[in-house]
């Protein structure tokens, strides 16, 4: 067992010019970000997307600096959808009435899941969530998007799905090179787990590996920042803003940096 402290003091000397690209790209995602106000409710959807990434990626330097590397690997997709969702409304703004009833329809998917369990379930009439409460919540969710309905002239009662949020932000390489790859981790699949074992040169079971990953998460790192580029690259096209210098030469640098140490390496990167 490696102690995280020290190891991760070690780590960021070691990997300094990579963290401090990093900490300089979300500096600049920060600049454009809070250089104009949003108005307009797609614009504000847009904007708060943004900000999911950015500090998605602000997490994920946190996380990388102590050996957490599948913990980035989970934030790292998170930052994606975030990413995805943000890029599909910059292409088509009225996607926003899409994009704001998708809470309504999760949560009016998992009540009725609730339902469904506890009418299978042992469960007492008395104990809860009682079936009252729930077929009660079942009716406030209808109500809602009947509402939103009402209000936007474009109806969605279907759950957009991540490859389908790549599809409309004209990303589907990102997703399936990237996104659907994460999904193992986030999902605590036994072949990602066993990333984990530490075996002997014959392949016998000697332990399971405590403390800082074997894995460097430096690569997911420099990755998530090359996504959250063309974010705001794609953000800031909608705002009629010019992209900043200091942008312009961050970006630069992260793309050559990204190109050294991946793409141009034997055998290519692994997600």
């Not at 390489?173 to 659907?180: D, Q, R």
Request: proline residues 3%; hydrophobic residues 40%; glycine residues 8%.
């Amino acid at each position: 067992m490696r102690d995280r402290e020290p190891w991760m003091q070690a780590y960021r000397v070691q990997r300094k010019d990579e963290f401090d690209l990093v900490e300089k790209g979300i500096q600049e995602c920060q600049l454009v970000l809070t250089s104009k106000i949003p108005k307009a409710f797609v614009e504000v959807a847009r904007a708060l997307l943004l900000r999911r990434a950015m500090n998605g990626v602000s997490a994920m330097t946190t996380l990388a600096s102590y050996g957490y590397t599948t913990e980035v690997r989970i934030q790292y997709r998170s930052v994606l959808e975030a990413i995805m969702r943000m890029t599909a409304l910059c292409l088509d703004p009225e996607l926003f009435n899409d994009y704001r009833a998708q809470g309504e329809l999760a949560n009016l998917g998992m009540a009725k899941d609730l339902l469904n369990l506890r009418t299978k379930s042992q469960m007492s009439a008395e104990e809860e969530p009682t079936e009252e409460q729930i077929t009660s919540m079942i009716d406030l969710l209808d109500r809602r998007i009947a509402e939103a309905d009402g209000l936007y002239p474009r109806k969605m009662k279907k759950k957009i799905e991540g490859y389908e949020w790549a599809e409309k932000a004209g990303l589907v390489s990102l997703y399936w090179g990237h996104y659907a790859s994460l999904s193992l981790a986030v999902h605590h699949s036994l072949q990602d787990n066993e990333r984990h074992l530490e075996r002997g040169g014959d392949g016998t079971i000697t332990g399971i590996e405590i403390g800082p990953e074997r894995d460097e998460a430096i690569r997911f790192l420099l990755d998530a920042t090359q996504a959250l580029f063309g974010a705001v690259r794609a953000f800031v096209k909608t705002t009629q803003q010019s992209m900043p210098g200091s942008y312009i030469r961050v970006a630069g640098e992260a793309h050559r940096r990204y190109v050294a140490m991946f793409k141009g390496a034997k055998g290519g990167r692994s997600v």
